[in-house]
């Protein structure tokens, strides 16, 4: 953050192999074991973002971002945002951020869904709230919905709650649980995911600091 701009950048990379129970009896049998392990997971995805201040405790946006996650049909999703952030509360120990915006997306899926792409018009909110324990602790919680606004039965909301502890003066530990829920998912994938993760933090330009 710079005078009255702020710039971010956020990424995902998630890659699992494994050797799958085929015929789903509860355990991995020779036949099983020679076919080797296999691709079951996959989500790379990354967005950057530009503030411009308003005011102490306001600004507009701007977003661009890109995902691929075969997993759940998408082989390429380019979107683009703008909207409204403001901080409703801003104390010692609690911080609770409001946004409202606007999404375009192009999406290709994965080559067994027909139609392969579609453009999705979405409206978005989004809600967080960050409260810093201790100067070792913070718990952080977001909920982000986009409702189609071509067809309004068709919304997506995601949500992560998340615990950090300060580990030393570079490192911090993350664990977190993020849920993303489809109302009308692409055809022949699930409606909700679900996805625990333990992150190891190193903070490049100065110690992580919880406490204001």
Do not use: C
């Amino acid at each position: 953050r710079w005078s009255w701009n702020r710039f971010s950048v956020k990424g995902r990379a998630e890659y699992g192999q494994s050797i799958v129970d085929v015929n789903g009896n509860g355990t991995i049998d020779d036949v099983e074991r020679d076919a080797g392990f296999e691709r079951t997971s996959q989500r790379f995805e990354a967005d950057a973002r530009y503030d411009r201040f308003i005011g102490r405790l306001s600004s507009v946006y701007v977003l661009g971002g890109w995902m691929n996650d075969p997993f759940s049909g998408y082989l390429r999703r380019v979107h683009g945002q703008s909207g409204f952030s403001q901080f409703i509360v801003e104390s010692e120990g609690h911080e609770v951020v409001g946004e409202t915006g606007f999404d375009i997306a192009h999406e290709l899926y994965v080559p067994e869904v027909q139609p392969r792409e579609d453009r999705v018009y979405a409206a978005r909110g989004f809600m967080g709230w960050t409260a810093t324990v201790s100067d070792a602790f913070q718990v952080n919680k977001s909920v982000e919905s986009f409702l189609n606004v071509e067809n309004t039965s068709d919304v997506r909301i995601k949500g992560e709650v998340a615990l950090s502890m300060r580990a030393s003066d570079v490192f911090s530990v993350k664990t977190s649980y993020h849920i993303e829920h489809a109302t009308l998912p692409i055809e022949g994938f699930r409606t909700t995911d679900q996805t625990m993760a333990f992150t190891l933090v190193a903070s490049m330009f100065g110690p992580p600091k919880f406490a204001r």
